[in-house]
């Protein structure tokens, strides 16, 4: 177990004391335990974005005792715990600046898998869309797509069954702690989602599954996908939260569209109407916009000869000859670059016939 595991935990139990913050005071000490033994000692100091209340809070220190109970269902429980600077920890979702500074999974899977897939939409579900759900899940198949989805009633369970039926790998993230399952129904498909996946949560045991933790699941989805697939949902709810934060964090965002009056389609037209999401029926659609097919050869594009590249723009072209194509937030995140900084130098670097931008915002060098 992490020695720093301990610590870590320790901040988490702090009322008041979230994520960016502790991050934020991981880059500035280290370490968990550094804070602890160090903050006190700089309490007069003026940190951005940390507080008084929150160095009062870490000065005061958690009950190490449930602490200690924490470690314990950990180790009792076999459950892998990911650091926000753990080489595990998903990528893409490291890249929001709302990232969670602890994950707790059980299950075998890579969570910086090639290509993953969210898929999201209401619990009352008709038959037409779990048809669909089922339909585009089963024509994916031989893309080998990480399905990612919140273990809910209707679309999202049925993603997840669909997952497991073609022998795709798929994560269900919770709004509760790895005690328990939630709605409890789904227990009969654990087992095998964690055998080819797991289950994920930002919460520690004893956390209930209450209603405002259902948006900071939602936020772990849109997270760690490259695309977010609404397949039905009303005009408000957690679908379309998951929507919402995923056009946010630059993801591809889908809709199946439905009937203009039906009560089901109202947020995927919505989402289509307002040009946050482009309009998908079928696997053939996500596989094109997404740039997960076999593509034609492009024609030869004579790159300019001895362009003077500024320090970023050598550092994208040097990231991009070790991979050849990365999605942009992966790019941005390995040049240590936000994708707004991003913008001029890879524009300069396509103008200048040295990259191109293929769909699903993926950047290939040529």
Not at 40 to 50: A, E, L, Q, T, V
Not at 186 to 201: D, E, F, P
Not at 341 to 365: A, D, F, W
Request: charged content about 25%.
């Amino acid at each position: 177990m992490n020695p720093d595991l301990k610590y870590l935990v320790g901040l988490l139990q702090l009322k008041g004391v979230g994520s960016t913050s502790i991050i934020k005071l991981l880059k500035h000490y280290g370490s968990a335990k550094n804070i602890f033994e160090h903050l006190p000692n700089d309490f007069s100091k003026n940190m951005k974005g940390i507080s008084i209340p929150i160095k009062e809070a870490i000065c005061s220190g958690p009950n190490w005792i449930e602490v200690e109970k924490e470690l314990n269902f950990i180790e009792r429980n076999e459950i892998q715990c990911i650091p926000y600077d753990d080489e595990k920890y998903p990528r893409r979702l490291k890249f929001c600046a709302d990232a969670p500074v602890l994950l707790f999974t059980k299950g075998v899977v890579n969570f910086n898998h090639s290509k993953i897939l969210a898929v999201v939409g209401t619990r009352r579900a008709t038959p037409q869309g779990k048809k669909i759900t089922a339909k585009i899940i089963t024509e994916l198949a031989n893309q080998n797509v990480l399905i990612l989805s919140g273990l809910a009633f209707g679309i999202d369970i049925i993603a997840h069954d669909s997952a497991i039926k073609n022998n795709l790998p798929t994560i269900g993230v919770l709004a509760h702690g790895l005690d328990r399952i939630y709605p409890s129904e789904h227990k009969k498909y654990i087992q095998k989602m964690q055998n080819n996946g797991a289950l994920l949560t930002e919460f520690m045991s004893g956390t209930k599954p209450d209603r405002e933790n259902f948006p900071k699941r939602n936020r772990i989805v849109a997270g760690m996908a490259d695309a977010v697939l609404v397949v039905e949902s009303q005009r408000t709810g957690g679908s379309m939260i998951t929507a919402d934060l995923g056009f946010g964090y630059g993801r591809d965002v889908f809709a199946i569209p439905g009937r203009p009056g039906d009560k089901q389609s109202e947020g995927c037209n919505f989402l289509i109407r307002s040009n946050k999401a482009s309009l998908v029926e079928s696997a053939t659609d996500i596989k094109y916009l997404m740039n997960w097919r076999e593509q034609p050869a492009p024609k030869a594009i004579q790159k300019q000869l001895f362009v003077p590249l500024t320090k970023i723009e050598e550092k994208l072209i040097l990231i991009l000859s070790d991979h050849r194509k990365l999605p942009m937030d992966e790019l941005c995140l390995s040049a240590g670059i936000s994708v707004s900084q991003s913008s001029i130098p890879l524009l300069n670097l396509e103008l200048n016939g040295m990259i191109r931008t293929l769909p699903g915002k993926v950047v290939e060098l040529i």
